[in-house]
């Protein structure tokens, strides 16, 4: 539950279109929701403005549907990560929003468009077998609020690749940068712009 939805909640109780019993019955749920098996934060956008992630691997499918359901009733968009075309299907049953993004794996449930980030977050990668896990950090970045572009396959092999991208890097206020192998790359980026350079190592 956001902070907007807390005031709306509380205007709507003080204008008498909501009773109080069923303003306490949607207060419950914060700061947690205790499922058994999971304990969902409801809590965590009103504390630090982004909501709870789920990340897929380890839970049933029945285990994150059931954390999507609860996630539903709150106004903010939702994000799991590392999940599966056949999760996605199971998703997509209880949420018709459900997104799948086949290059990362993330399931994104949209709400809102809302940007609330400040300027352009780029994302780099060094080579086709980073893009994966760029992806996922372009799609968490965008469901969250952001203007996100990227940049892919500008590894320091092949260093005039990145540098005909360089007006797009000064224009970034932010970067990630994606690499696997050696991971020079964060370092030859760093040496190009003046904002923060967020370095992202692959196993591959």
Same mark, same amino acid.
């Given at each position: 539950?956001?902070? $907007? !939805?807390?005031?709306?909640?509380? &205007?709507?109780?003080?204008?008498?279109?909501?009773?109080?019993?069923?303003?306490? &019955?949607?207060?419950?749920?914060?700061?947690?929701?205790? #499922?058994?098996? +999971?304990?969902?934060?409801?809590?965590?956008?009103?504390?630090?403005?982004? +909501?709870?992630?789920?990340?897929?691997?380890?839970?049933?499918? !029945?285990? /994150?549907?059931?954390?999507?359901?609860?996630?539903?009733?709150?106004?903010?968009?939702? #994000?799991?990560?590392?999940?599966?075309? %056949?999760?996605?299907?199971?998703?997509?049953?209880?949420?018709? +929003?459900?997104?799948?993004?086949?290059?990362?794996?993330?399931?994104?449930?949209? $709400?809102?468009? !809302?940007?609330?980030?400040?300027?352009?977050?780029?994302?780099?990668?060094?080579?086709?077998?980073?893009?994966?896990?760029?992806?996922?950090?372009?799609?968490?970045?965008?469901?969250?609020?952001?203007?996100? !572009?990227?940049?892919?396959?500008?590894?320091?092999?092949?260093?005039?690749?990145?540098?005909?991208?360089?007006?797009? #890097?000064?224009?970034?206020?932010?970067?990630?940068?994606? %690499?696997?192998?050696?991971? +020079?790359?964060?370092? /030859?980026?760093?040496?190009?712009?003046?904002?923060?350079?967020?370095?992202?190592?692959?196993?591959?």
């Amino acid at each position: 539950m956001t902070e $907007k !939805e807390i005031q709306k909640l509380l &205007e709507a109780v003080r204008r008498r279109k909501l009773g109080p019993r069923r303003a306490l &019955e949607r207060l419950r749920r914060l700061p947690f929701e205790d #499922l058994g098996f +999971a304990k969902i934060d409801h809590h965590r956008s009103l504390r630090q403005g982004y +909501a709870e992630v789920i990340y897929a691997p380890g839970k049933r499918p !029945e285990q /994150v549907v059931s954390v999507v359901r609860r996630m539903l009733k709150n106004q903010h968009n939702i #994000l799991i990560t590392r999940g599966t075309r %056949a999760l996605y299907q199971r998703v997509k049953r209880v949420a018709r +929003a459900a997104r799948f993004h086949e290059l990362s794996g993330a399931i994104s449930i949209e $709400k809102s468009r !809302e940007i609330v980030g400040k300027g352009l977050i780029l994302v780099v990668s060094a080579g086709t077998s980073d893009i994966p896990v760029a992806e996922e950090a372009l799609v968490t970045a965008e469901l969250f609020g952001n203007r996100v !572009e990227a940049v892919y396959d500008v590894g320091v092999a092949g260093l005039h690749r990145l540098m005909r991208h360089r007006e797009k #890097l000064s224009q970034a206020r932010v970067i990630i940068c994606v %690499a696997g192998m050696e991971g +020079a790359l964060p370092s /030859v980026v760093g040496g190009l712009v003046r904002v923060p350079v967020i370095a992202v190592p692959t196993s591959v």
